[in-house]
């Protein structure tokens, strides 16, 4: 199978080329091709035929073929389904806020974290994606939509720090400033709780937001709903924020899903005020979303308000999540999952 050239850097681009006896500045212009997104070799026009020949027998370009794609008449949300090199797929969500356009994208095919009220839980994990296959997400949406993207969240499908080097490497690429040019303080990385990666990646001296889906303030409670839990504790993930926000500056985000009747009561919002108070952080809460065959149900507006009123009397910032794209199922792994079950 051919390799993809967004997987590469331009480093290894030139030693590439340094091979085959080609000059070196060439990997510059293939680098700044790629990501502007392009469909075939043949449109890098300011590089010879004999090189373009060369290339394509090792290489593609890494867009993506979009297998549907769904438009919101609400806003202006996108969701994509792609069809990667070995016919799996995966999901990307584009939404459009004040500041400029917002990518949502996956990390890997499925997911491995087993979290109950999740719509990527019980279709089955086929592999991590690689570098290029992130980037490629991005640079097939900016074409197809004719925009740019300013800000990305890896928060689609997949556990990124279970696909840690992948997601670096991609990380890296994003923000180099011949490719997407994305700063740092423009990307969020959401995890389930990986602690020794979220340790890691502290020291990796690439500041971006780290969002924390915690969805429950104790271990008893969080332990039923994800389990991952089980091997990191509560007390631990907390532990290895702070530890991440000392090494980065960065805030953290606390993603909570209010579930009915679950982890939506006065007391629940008191042991989460308790639990993260004093540390430079927000907390995102979202209506959890109803999945077919899970059993959660959303907590009402009014509950949510209460539960947010605790949070802000108690010094806790608090956001509460705008449903985008809420016509087209635009919560990721919803239309992965459509698809696997057809
Ligand atoms: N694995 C990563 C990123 C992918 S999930 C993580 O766990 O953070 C992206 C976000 O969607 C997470 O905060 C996840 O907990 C949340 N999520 C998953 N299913 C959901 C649902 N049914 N309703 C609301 N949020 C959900």
Request: charge should be positive; glycine fraction near 8%; charged fraction near 25%.
């Amino acid at each position: 199978m051919k390799q993809n050239l967004l997987d590469c850097t331009i480093e290894e681009l030139e030693a590439l080329l340094n091979e085959s006896g080609v000059e070196k500045f060439r990997a510059k212009q293939i680098f700044q091709w790629v990501n502007k997104g392009i469909a075939s070799v043949d449109e890098m026009t300011n590089i010879s035929k004999l090189l373009r020949q060369l290339l394509d027998e090792r290489f593609h370009t890494g867009i993506l073929h979009i297998l549907r794609k769904l438009e919101s008449k609400k806003d202006e949300t996108k969701k994509y389904l792609f069809r990667l090199h070995d016919n799996n797929v995966v999901e990307s969500v584009l939404m459009k806020y004040t500041y400029g356009y917002s990518a949502c994208i996956s990390s890997q095919v499925g997911c491995r974290m087993g979290c109950r009220f999740c719509a990527s839980t019980g279709i089955g994990f086929a592999r991590n994606l690689t570098c290029g296959e992130m980037l490629g997400q991005l640079i097939t949406i900016q074409k197809d939509a004719g925009i740019r993207i300013s800000n990305i969240v890896i928060m689609g499908i997949g556990e990124p720090l279970d696909n840690y080097d992948n997601v670096v490497r991609f990380l890296r690429l994003v923000n180099h400033k011949g490719g997407l040019n994305i700063g740092y303080r423009h990307i969020t990385l959401s995890t389930c709780g990986l602690v020794p990666r979220i340790l890691d990646l502290a020291k990796e001296n690439i500041p971006i937001t780290l969002s924390i889906s915690l969805h429950a303030p104790n271990d008893e409670l969080r332990n039923k709903l994800m389990p991952v839990n089980l091997k990191y504790s509560i007390d631990k993930l907390i532990e290895a924020c702070k530890i991440y926000t000392e090494e980065t500056g960065r805030r953290i985000t606390f993603e909570y899903a209010l579930i009915k009747g679950l982890n939506d009561s006065k007391e629940n919002a008191h042991e989460l005020a308790f639990l993260i108070k004093g540390m430079l952080s927000h907390v995102n809460l979202i209506p959890v979303n109803e999945v077919e065959g899970t059993e959660f149900e959303k907590t009402s507006k009014e509950r949510t308000g209460i539960f947010k009123d605790i949070l802000e009397k108690n010094g806790i910032e608090v956001t509460l999540r705008r449903e985008l794209g809420s016509d087209i199922n635009a919560a990721c792994g919803q239309l992965r999952r459509g698809l696997v079950k057809e």
